[in-house]
């Protein structure tokens, strides 16, 4: 199997981008994030800079896991349970509560197949993209996503919507043109469960606002979403879809029309900045954008050396021992992250409203 480097690149460094970009106007409605911070064409974190968040974060560890475990799903397993313990460890900052549970049943003792809870938010979405990009055999694809995100949602809703973002960024990888009837053809073979139908619907709704050439914005109006796309993985999914398959290859308006909708608006930039970055590679991502991640020890040339000792494992049909970050680091970033964060909190209680 040859997977291309590009396209394993283009999936981190994608969400990479995608996440620092729409991180500051997380949870802000449309109107408010363009009175308050402008248009998204460039980075309101850190002084004209970016910094990822979880959405990256679990991106990276995926990478790591497939990489360490191969096709072996069981193994892929317990080596992303462990990757999850050791980064709550690092004191994330803005973690999903479903997922800070999941971990926590992780730190008990729970077993990796029962740690998950019962919630339908997108954390298992956002781990999706880059498994799209090095399986090919929808069969596996289709387990490995299952046991991703059985780590810490058990709603069946989340694993749907998990493996929707799989598929995209797999078909994103491998074809020069998305072809919509064959990925919900494909989506409906794969979610043989007549609880899929609500989810399935969406997915077509969604295909037949992009036929008509409706703005990404105008989707999520028309679906209620004005006020910003919420986290549950229902409402994320065909907003991402949405704008994948308007700017498939326009890895600039796809990001941005995501994060223009409001909302989670972070994790809805890096999902789809992960699955157009997998079909342009780092050439189609913005120059100015890549050189301007504030990011240590998890740097660009780290995700970089990451995506391309992944393409070469996944090539080669192996498993290697995966580049490793050291926590002191880690910890020192995000205890600079969340004064940060806390910073952009602040700022949000005063005008303009």
Avoid at 23 to 42: F, I
Avoid at 170 to 185: E, K, L, N, Y
Avoid at 236 to 244: I, N
Wanted: glycine share 10%; with cysteine; hydrophobic share 45%.
């Amino acid at each position: 199997m040859t997977i291309r480097r590009s396209a394993v690149v283009g999936a981190i460094l994608g969400t990479a981008v995608g996440d620092a970009l729409g991180l500051p106007y997380e949870g802000l409605s449309p109107r408010r994030a363009q009175r308050l911070l402008g248009t998204p064409d460039r980075y309101r974190f850190l002084v004209g800079r970016g910094m990822v968040s979880d959405d990256t974060e679990h991106a990276c560890m995926v990478m790591q896991a497939v990489m360490a475990a191969g096709d072996d799903v069981h193994r892929f397993t317990h080596d992303l349970a462990w990757r999850l313990r050791f980064w709550l460890l690092g004191l994330p900052a803005g973690i999903g509560l479903a997922t800070l549970k999941g971990t926590l049943r992780l730190w008990l003792g729970v077993p990796p197949q029962r740690s998950g809870v019962f919630s339908a938010g997108n954390g298992p979405a956002m781990r999706s993209v880059v498994l799209g990009t090095v399986i090919d055999d929808l069969d596996l694809l289709r387990r490995l996503v299952t046991a991703s995100t059985c780590l810490t949602h058990t709603d069946p809703k989340a694993d749907y919507g998990a493996f929707a973002v799989a598929l995209a960024a797999q078909m994103a990888s491998s074809a020069d043109q998305p072809d919509a009837a064959r990925f919900t053809a494909d989506l409906r073979r794969c979610l043989a469960d007549p609880a899929s139908e609500e989810f399935l619907a969406l997915v077509n709704r969604t295909v037949a606002s992009v036929s008509c050439r409706e703005t990404t914005e105008a989707f999520a109006a028309s679906m209620g979403w004005s006020k910003g796309v919420s986290g549950y993985i229902y409402h994320t999914v065909p907003v991402v879809l949405h704008a994948w398959l308007s700017h498939h290859c326009d890895f600039r308006a796809a990001v941005t029309s995501v994060i223009r909708c409001g909302g989670d608006a972070d994790t809805t930039a890096a999902i789809v900045g992960g699955i157009v970055g997998s079909a342009v590679g780092k050439e189609g991502i913005p120059t100015e954008w890549l050189n301007r991640l504030a990011e240590r020890p998890r740097s660009v040339a780290w995700m970089e050396r990451l995506g391309e000792e992944l393409a070469s494992v996944r090539t080669a049909g192996a498993s290697r021992r995966p580049p490793r970050l050291a926590l002191v680091p880690l910890i020192l970033r995000n205890l600079l992250f969340t004064t940060v964060v806390l910073g952009h909190g602040f700022r949000r209680l005063l005008p303009p409203y």
